[in-house]
């Protein structure tokens, strides 16, 4: 399975963008996918996740601002991005995992998303 993140881009502060996430190859229910970001520096961090079911879980310095989601039937996720801060600067990496046989751990190429002021 490959996955390829896009919809990254230059906005000013207070904007919005969307990335996509999307699976080529088949993946299973039971799985979790999620956005991940990352600046120069420092750790990868995680943004926020979803269940193959729809269970979603966002980090706190996002929580009301971004919304993930994703279509099962088009193997798509996607992370909703609203009232950008400079703060949210980063490469934004998508991953798709499952813990029980089949196991995968895949990620994605990454995304850049830069806010300017």
């Known amino acids: 399975v490959q996955l390829q993140a896009s919809g990254g881009g230059s906005v000013q502060a207070g904007g919005s963008l969307r990335l996509s996430c999307a699976a080529s190859?088949?993946?299973?229910?039971?799985?979790?996918w999620g956005w991940y970001r990352q600046v120069p520096g420092k750790q990868r961090e995680l943004v926020a996740t979803?269940?193959?079911?729809?269970?979603?879980d966002v980090a706190d310095s996002v929580k009301g601002r971004f919304a993930i989601s994703r279509d099962n039937a088009k193997n798509t996720m996607y992370l909703q991005m609203a009232s950008l801060k400079l703060e949210d600067t980063a490469v934004y990496y998508c991953?798709?995992?499952?813990?029980?046989?089949?196991?995968?751990?895949?990620w994605g190429q990454g995304t850049q998303v830069t806010v300017s002021s």
């Open positions: 991953n798709a995992r499952r813990k029980w046989t089949p196991t995968y751990n895949h």
């Open positions: 190859g088949r993946t299973f229910s039971g799985d979790t």
């Open positions: 979803i269940s193959s079911g729809g269970t979603t």
